[in-house]
């Protein structure tokens, strides 16, 4: 067998000479190997750290490339098996498509930052900015609101609808050139290899071209200040500007004769594989990277845990000592892994100390919406103990306004339907709490009310917060509920107690314009309901959110030292 062909690319027969079984061999074993990593991350899909990727997406787009790849490695063994119609559609239609969805897959990182910014100050109270006027501030919180809720689903359909012009272009392409079939208007009929040139294929370079030099340098530019703790910014930075190169290099191999002794052998669309096998593995590995990260620090937590306990029983460390895994047992005590009491302690302090860890949840990992309910869930049981404690308060009107609040915490944070981002816990978790919830944020969701006072389509009770109320010295406090924030629950109590006074308890109800208005409240309703969520999220923001964060802090206060 020849190692190459002399005649090389040249449309008379298949190429089995030796270059031409190392590209049938490659790829084979390349279809074998990404076949295989994309099946491990389809079963990962649903990890905390990377369900954010929206990974169903980001599959498609490597699966559709991967398509047009296999097929420019087998254009130099086919050697003229190879229609120039056939390749007319994959370049009109594969490559485009990929290379669309892959740049829409890009656009998350972006999306998903914009979104947890807009979590991070829609529920803060500030004062009115000098200069402004109240029409012009409001008018600033109504398009950040549109864009936070329309912008994904809108770039999503703009995505759509540029592939289906691209798929209505090349049609009519095809239908009227002669270079494709007998039937055209235009054009004339021409050999295999002259087919490959013409003004038919300009609508392909026109698509890839905008992908690849518009859409992606204009997503370098928007992503440019993200600094997240998984690289995510450099993995997606490294993607794009590995699929530039390939079309200026199709370009002059096509239209250029200076380069037809390379052609031969290197056939004018493998200039495209380089950067495709670059950003599928890019997309591919960075994912399950960071999944066997996010697992390999679980499991060293959970063996220190279980020692930790050990020693501690035994009496060997002190209550507050703090915990060393594997990972974190390096030189100087302050690589330990922060105990669980000190962010326990940060939780509840409502502090400096909160905002700085919820800043760092929004801006750096990217979940923020864990944090949220974490707070909410602990001023969720202050509140309950707080009223249940006190005296002549009818106990079945405060459970129906305590439901109430805990199908708002339902409804913003883990009902998948109404939830922005909801957080993520186990199925067994979140069935129990759709057997207490579902049933009334299904009545809430589909009532939505306009009552003149509501800041949420799916909690119509909510007032909104003053925003012009000054805050002092924390911008960013805490995001609570108003019916569980500063002064509530003197107002509930007082409304409670003046019911209880004047009327039979047991006909208390919520106003009749409320959509919760004489639901039952569930007989296993009480104030240990989000227990079991709060528990398994309260591990997973110990586990790894909370030590990056302490390890950021010391890390910034040894460069400033």
């Given amino acids: 067998m020849r190692f190459l062909n002399p005649g090389g690319h040249d449309f008379v027969g298949a190429n089995l000479d030796g270059w031409g079984v190392i590209q049938l061999l490659f790829a084979i074993l390349y279809t074998l190997v990404l076949l295989v990593l994309c099946g491990i991350l389809w079963r990962q899909r649903d990890h905390p750290i990377i369900r954010m990727r929206k990974i169903p997406m980001a599959i498609a787009a490597v699966l559709v490339l991967h398509v047009y790849l296999v097929i420019v490695l087998i254009v130099y063994p086919l050697n003229g098996y190879f229609p120039c119609n056939a390749e007319f559609w994959i370049m009109s239609i594969y490559l485009p498509i990929g290379i669309g969805l892959f740049q829409a897959q890009n656009q998350q990182l972006l999306l998903i930052s914009r979104g947890q910014q807009v979590l991070l100050t829609q529920h803060a109270i500030k004062p009115l900015p000098a200069g402004k006027t109240r029409w012009q501030y409001y008018r600033n919180k109504f398009i950040l609101w ?21 798929f209505l272009g090349s049609l009519l392409i095809y239908v009227i050139s002669r270079k494709f079939n007998s039937y055209g208007v235009v054009s004339q009929p021409t050999t295999q290899a002259l087919c490959r040139r013409g003004w038919e294929w300009a609508p392909s370079i026109i698509w890839q071209a905008s992908w690849n030099f518009i859409a992606g340098p204009y997503l370098l530019w928007k992503i440019r200040m993200i600094r997240d703790i998984y690289n995510w910014r450099l993995q997606t930075t490294v993607a794009i500007l590995a699929g530039l190169p390939g079309t200026p290099l199709w370009l002059a191999a096509v239209y250029s004769d200076s380069l037809n002794g390379v052609s031969k052998y290197w056939s004018p669309a493998m200039w495209f594989v380089p950067g495709l096998i670059t950003m599928q593995m890019i997309t591919i590995l960075s994912a399950l990277f960071q999944v066997w990260r996010s697992k390999k620090q679980a499991k060293e937590v959970d063996g220190a845990l279980n020692a930790f306990d050990v020693k501690k029983q035994i009496g060997t460390v002190g209550p507050n000592a703090s915990i060393v895994t594997t990972s974190t047992k390096t030189k100087g005590s302050g690589s330990s892994r922060v105990p669980m009491k000190t962010m326990e302690d940060c939780l509840t302090s409502n502090g400096l100390e909160y905002n700085a860890f919820y800043h760092f949840c929004t801006t750096k990992t990217f979940n923020g919406e864990n944090l949220v309910f974490l707070d909410k869930t602990i ?5 309950w103990r707080r009223i249940f404690n006190l005296l002549h308060v009818s106990t079945n009107a405060v459970r129906l306004r305590m439901y109430r609040d805990a199908v708002d915490i339902y409804l913003t944070l883990i009902w998948d339907k109404t939830a922005k981002y909801p957080i993520n816990i186990p199925s067994t978790i979140s069935r129990d709490l759709n057997t207490l919830f579902q049933s009334a944020a299904a009545i809430v969701a589909a009532d939505q009310p306009s009552t003149g006072r509501s800041s949420s389509n799916v909690t119509p009770w909510d007032e909104p917060s003053d925003p012009f109320a000054s805050v002092g010295d924390h911008p960013l406090r805490p995001m609570l509920r108003h019916s569980l924030d500063k002064g509530s629950s003197t107002e509930l109590i007082t409304e409670l107690e003046h019911c209880s006074s004047g009327t039979n308890s047991n006909d208390i109800s919520l106003e009749p314009s409320d959509p919760l208005h004489d639901v039952p409240v569930p007989a296993d309703f009480n104030e240990s309901c989000f227990d079991a969520a709060f528990a398994s999220i309260k591990h997973m923001m110990w586990e790894q959110p909370y030590q990056d964060f302490m390890k950021s802090k010391r ?7």
């Fill in 555 to 561: 890390n910034s206060a040894s460069s400033s030292a």
């Fill in 379 to 383: 001023k969720f049981k202050l509140e």
């Fill in 146 to 166: 549109c864009k936070s809720s329309k912008e994904q689903d809108a770039f999503e359909g703009f995505i759509a609808a540029g592939m289906l012009v691209q």
